[in-house]
């Protein structure tokens, strides 16, 4: 049954420190799925534990800016000194083969994606609280005073924009999120807008 | 997390023959949900097997337009001679008690809820190809042939009207149908313009 099955564009996006990438591991963990994910690039240090090719890839400050200046991104930001971008190839070559892709980007970026793909689906990713955010800026512990600073800053505008997204998910727990944000991948695939010509050509 | 659980009107509607009964029952035996069902009202004969205030509330066609005529139903039709209708004030009791309430229904009178309730959720089962319901309609084997001849000529019209129906789903297995359904619910919880007062709220 092929008329619930087409891949779409999802955008999981939401504040630094909201969870994104734990949750987005738990939605690649659940069975039966075709995501994709869209690995990110970045001129920002590598952590401990991080795989190049896998978590981002890692380039320099001047591939970056090539890259940009190139039209290379469907997305990019400049945070805290550093560039994020969703290479746009590995996102065109992914959704020709009909999979889900999965953007796990800054808010900023996803605002860029919302102009370019109005048909994507936006996810704002939120914290059961405000307070909640905070404590795991601080409590991450891979980042000076300074940065947490910025964070806080950049997540106290970043929470006025959940209103431009599609659906706001809490993250109460990794695995409600995930399952949420499965379900939200599950009903899209049935919405009206989606399916109606192809339901069309079924009643023929 | 009160975020995502509030309460819907849930719409499940689609052709005679498609198989609704048998899906939202489905439904009902999924795990971990508030679905509440709203029982229709009808004049039509009651089939061996069903039970009166649990598959249909039975009533003639007396009492039936007395209702009618004093606004007492959501929404109503008539079809093969028979009155069919959703009960407002049990509809209303259910989501006081801040639960989804599911209707299940003929396309005729979802599209009257549409206009009195446009914050319901919409949902059009389909079978997987016309022919599947034909063959449905007639394996049923408790009408005349005249009846089902009619019911073909309905659906043949109800297949039009989809696209006024929020989500397609096709129903071909039950389960799949049920499992689609249930996705749809939890998604609709985290819609945007249902949470943002909320989520306003949470970051005060």
Redesign the interface.
């Known amino acids: ?1 092929k ?2 099955d087409r891949g779409l564009l999802i955008v999981l996006s939401g504040p630094s420190g909201v969870g994104k990438g734990t949750v987005r591991k738990a939605l690649f963990n659940m069975p039966g799925h075709n995501l994709e994910y869209s690995i990110s690039m970045t001129t920002r240090k590598q952590r401990p534990g991080e795989v190049d090719g896998k978590d981002y890839y890692f380039v320099s400050r001047e591939e970056f800016e090539k890259r940009i200046s190139e039209g290379k991104f469907l997305e990019y930001a400049e945070f805290v000194g550093n560039y994020y971008g969703t290479p746009l190839d590995l996102v065109n070559e992914k959704l020709a083969k009909g999979n889900e892709v999965v953007l796990e980007i800054e808010v900023q970026g996803a605002l860029q994606v919302r102009e370019k793909c109005p048909d994507a689906v936006f ?2 990713l ?1 914290p ?3 307070q909640a955010l905070y404590d795991r800026l601080r409590s991450r512990g891979t980042e000076s005073e300074d940065v947490i600073e910025q964070r806080v800053q950049k997540a106290n505008k970043e ?1 006025q924009l ?2 431009k ?6 993250n ?1 727990t990794v695995e ?1 999120a995930a ?2 944000i ?3 991948i ?7 807008e989606r ?2 010509h192809r ?1 069309i050509d ?2 023929k």
């Open positions: 049954m008329l619930n996810i704002f939120a059961p609280s405000k929470f959940a209103y997204y599609d659906y706001i998910v809490v109460d409600n399952d949420r499965m379900a939200i599950r009903a899209e695939h049935a919405k009206t399916t109606i339901y079924l009643l």
